[in-house]
């Protein structure tokens, strides 16, 4: 499972994961969309590929993908280095599309919520030490700063690094303060 940023407004404008499962008839074959929005599809190598829009607008894909003698077999077939080629080109421009961005404007995205993630994880870290070494921080405070804490760590489980480095950066002022 990958998730990736979008580019802003492009969710609504694609029409949301209805949208998202008619660009995928473009992209993948067998496309099939289920209740919630969610589509499944398939292409060549890709026994199956998966998709949606969550609630923050990232798109959430998943593939399933022929792997070792399957995989020797189907390359051994007589379009089967071709169609393997397709199934990467035809990946790369759903991506493209779905998301707004290209290939490296993703890596990059990718780079900068890793960043995100490790800067707040390093925030919190330093919370705790200070709150530790620290005597001027009293019971209701260090329970205020551990609250805090708790819906960072949650906005991390949720990958959601934009909104937990603003968490932590409020904690740090807390803290400061």
Do not use: P
């Not at 969309?33 to 969550?54: P, R, W």
């Amino acid at each position: 499972m990958e998730t990736f940023e979008v580019k802003r407004g492009l969710v609504k404008s694609i029409g949301g994961n209805a949208g998202l499962a008619k660009l995928a008839t473009s992209y993948f074959e067998m496309v099939e969309a289920s209740a919630e929005g969610h589509f499944t599809g398939n292409f060549a190598i890709m026994k199956k590929v998966t998709g949606h829009y969550n609630e923050d607008g990232k798109l959430i894909v998943d593939v399933d993908q022929m792997k070792g003698q399957e995989l020797g077999d189907f390359l051994a077939t007589d379009d089967g280095k071709s169609l393997a080629m397709e199934s990467r080109k035809r990946w790369s421009g759903f991506l493209d599309e779905a998301t707004g961005y290209n290939a490296k404007q993703r890596g990059d995205k990718a780079k900068e919520a890793g960043k995100k993630i490790s800067k707040s994880k390093s925030m919190i870290s330093m919370a705790r030490k200070l709150m530790e070494m620290s005597d001027k921080y009293d019971d209701e405070m260090r329970a205020n700063a551990e609250s805090q804490i708790e819906e960072i760590e949650k906005k991390l489980a949720e990958g959601n690094g934009t909104r937990a480095l603003s968490l932590a950066e409020k904690l740090n002022k807390y803290l400061e303060g």
